[in-house]
């Protein structure tokens, strides 16, 4: 079995990395020329999906001025543009089930799947996506709420893409009635993630999700305590423990050699913009109202860490120091996969991971290209 390797993907300008500087040297977000030689590279390469993060409002004004998360591309368009440009690597696209309506996306995911070849999968957020500030959006309910309405959201899209009509009363909709095609998918519905870790999120995980998404600097033992639990809740429901897989998410940073990816570490770290760390700091840990606090809680070299790499787990290094950043995942950590994000993602980057990387895990028995396999999740 091998392992499933992903790009975090780039639809926003900088990817993780809280620096101006990193930003400057990346491609340009909004010109589709940038993402059709990011998605064919990863194909080419061999990676198995690429997962597409939403947001809708951004973290703040200092991280929007370097592109982090805004603008942000909206991740059925970007997929429905690269799914025509790639033949078999996998999509899974963010909804923001606060910001949706069931209905509409049972009409987008059935085009995208249909159009794909049942490439198409989804990563189901309830909360607002960092929309704070936006007032007068679509759904405004309790953290817990929110979970409801995304419970049913699964079950009104399941309903509609198993039978092709939706009978559906419950607190949040009330829908009846047949709804136009393309209503098939991949059966009963598309691949399904999520990424919540609270209780209501574990337990919407045990029911729901065929994969979840742990940040990588979960600690090994509580990311083994979450995934007994999310499988426990899993098993109750009458779901094998097993259909669940784990994905761990990574930002790698790669030169040929180790020196190098020392001296490109060494810079990305003194490039990371403090102020946009705590407002990032600030933006995900609502409870922490001003920045001050965070600045007195923590030091310049944990600050900087965090700039680095976001929630991912940091790999850094050169090419048998990141395929054993990737193995300690996968035989320490337990997790089926890694979604990778890269700090400068032109297209020689992935390139770069694919020639020097990859080769290591075949050669160590923990990945196998897909062209003899099947791409997966
Ligand atoms: C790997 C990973 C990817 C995520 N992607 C998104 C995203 O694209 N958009 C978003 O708003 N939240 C994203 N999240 C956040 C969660 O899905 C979730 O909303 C958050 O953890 C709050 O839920 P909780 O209170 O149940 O933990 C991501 C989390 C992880 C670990």
Known sequence: MSVRLGL????????????????????????????????QACERIGLDYLFVADAWGAYGPLMSSFGLQDPMLLPPILA??????????????????????????????????????GRWGMNMVSGAGFATSITGGPVDLSHDGRYDRAREFVEVMTQAWSTGKVDFDGEHFRIHGAIVGPGTVQQPRPFLVSA????????????????????????????????????????????????????????????????????????????????AVAEYLNAVRANISTYDDIY???????????????????????????????????????????????????????ERFGRKVLPILEERGLWSHPKTRDFGW
């Open 80 to 117: 429905a543009s690269l799914i025509a440009v790639t033949e078999k690597i996998r999509l899974i696209t963010t909804l923001h089930t606060s910001w949706f309506d069931p209905l509409q996306y049972v009409r987008i995911g059935g085009t995208l799947d249909q159009l794909s070849g």
């Open 8 to 39: 975090f993907y780039p639809n926003a300008r900088a990817i993780h990395t809280i620096s101006g500087q990193v930003a400057a040297r990346n491609p340009d977000v909004l010109d589709i020329k940038s993402h059709v030689a990011v998605a």
């Open 196 to 275: 919540g870790a609270s209780d209501a999120g574990r337990d919407f995980a045990g029911h729901y999700a065929d994969c979840i998404f742990m940040p990588g600097r979960t600690p090994k033992e509580e990311l083994k305590t979450r995934v007994a639990d999310i499988r426990r809740i899993a098993t109750a429901a009458g779901r094998p423990a097993d259909a669940i897989k784990v994905q761990m998410h990574a930002s790698v940073a790669l030169r040929d050699t180790a020196a190098e990816a020392k001296e490109y570490s060494e810079w990305i770290a003194q490039s990371i913009d403090l102020p």
């Open 296 to 350: 007195s809680s923590l030091g310049e070299l944990q600050m900087r860490a965090i700039g680095m790499v976001s929630g991912a787990r940091k790999i850094h290094g050169g090419p048998s120091e990141v395929a054993d950043g990737i193995a300690q995942l996968v035989n320490e950590f337990g997790c089926d996969g890694v979604a990778i994000s890269l700090p400068i993602w032109q297209p020689e980057e992935i």
